[in-house]
């Protein structure tokens, strides 16, 4: 059957190739993308500050379109959680857990970014009274302020330096937020220091946060960082020594450990509002202008905060 991919042959440029999908084979399922992610990871590719891969996307969900031997459980018209930026694509059905129905908006509704938050989240160690700051209120800054507004924490401190994006995390269930960009934003960040915090997660991937981290850390606590960081950082390591911080590697798919189901259970979430993507998702693609969708990704001005690719027959 004829179909699309996108692809991204080299830095700066996109593609739209055509591809021939035949029927799946036992244990697959053939999916039709509805909409698909952009990722940072994508973004990295595109910009130049990580290695180009073969393949590209894999924040997609569909609906079922034919069904290999041997699966069960599903059936032709399900909506299914899937990969690649491609209009139709074979997967192993164990990869493609299915939603309870279709969502109206499927753009709001793509299953990786918030798995990555339920996968990071058991590695955070909370304790019900616990206070915690997260620096940096992008995308998935603000699904783990979703996530931690959620659990029974004394304070949770959210710092960036997009005025919209801290009005979003105080909805989200933050109990302060700080404009980092600010004079008054950076003296409240300096004060803290004085009563530092027993969880810090590091969202942002940039260096002043990761350098700041362990100076708003309790003795003994632990800083999670969550961000992926393209770029050597320079660390006081003898500060995070010193204090004896617990350092969480939860960058996504990091704890394998914990992979089990991840999806399943982040669906179940997104259905009940436990994730809610409608202020995150700002920008919406055909899957057409992938280009400028990757240009925009890249460049974040204004209120972008996440953008989607919209298949389209």
Request: negative net charge; aromatic residues 8%; contains cysteine.
């Amino acid at each position: 059957m004829n179909a699309y991919k996108i692809v991204i042959p080299e830095v700066g440029k996109v593609d739209i190739r055509e591809i021939q999908v035949g029927d799946p084979k036992p244990n697959e399922l053939q999916v039709k993308c509805l909409a698909n992610g952009v990722c940072m990871l994508e973004v990295a590719q595109f910009a130049g500050w990580e290695p180009i891969w073969p393949s590209t996307g894999h924040e997609g969900i569909g609906v079922v379109t034919k069904v290999g031997a041997d699966v069960h459980g599903v059936e032709e018209g399900d909506c299914v959680a899937c990969e690649l930026w491609a209009s139709l694509s074979n997967m192993p059905a164990a990869d493609c857990p299915r939603f309870s129905a279709p969502p109206d908006d499927p753009s709001l509704y793509i299953v990786e970014p918030p798995s990555c938050v339920v996968l990071a989240a058991p590695f955070y160690e909370i304790i019900p009274g616990d206070r915690v700051l997260v620096l940096g209120a992008g995308y998935m800054g603000l699904l783990n302020v979703q996530l931690l507004g959620r659990y029974p924490l004394a304070e949770l401190i959210v710092s960036d330096v997009k005025g919209r994006n801290l009005k979003i995390a105080k909805s989200f269930g933050a109990t302060e937020v700080i404009n980092s960009a600010s004079d008054e934003g950076q003296a409240r960040l300096q004060a803290l220091k004085e009563n530092p915090f027993d969880l810090v997660v590091e969202t942002a991937g940039v260096e002043q946060t990761i350098q700041m981290a362990g100076s708003l850390t309790r003795l003994g606590g632990r800083i999670a960082a969550f961000a992926w960081h393209h770029k050597a950082r320079t660390l006081d390591m003898g500060e995070w020594l010193v204090k004896g911080l617990k350092v969480l590697n939860t960058a996504p798919n990091i704890a394998a450990d914990y992979n089990t189901k991840r999806f399943e259970r982040t669906i179940a979430l997104l259905e009940r509002g436990v994730f809610d993507m409608r202020p995150l998702i700002t920008h919406r693609y055909a899957a057409t202008e992938a280009q400028r969708a990757m240009e925009e990704s890249t460049q974040r001005k204004g209120e972008f905060i996440k953008g989607v690719l919209i298949f389209e027959d």
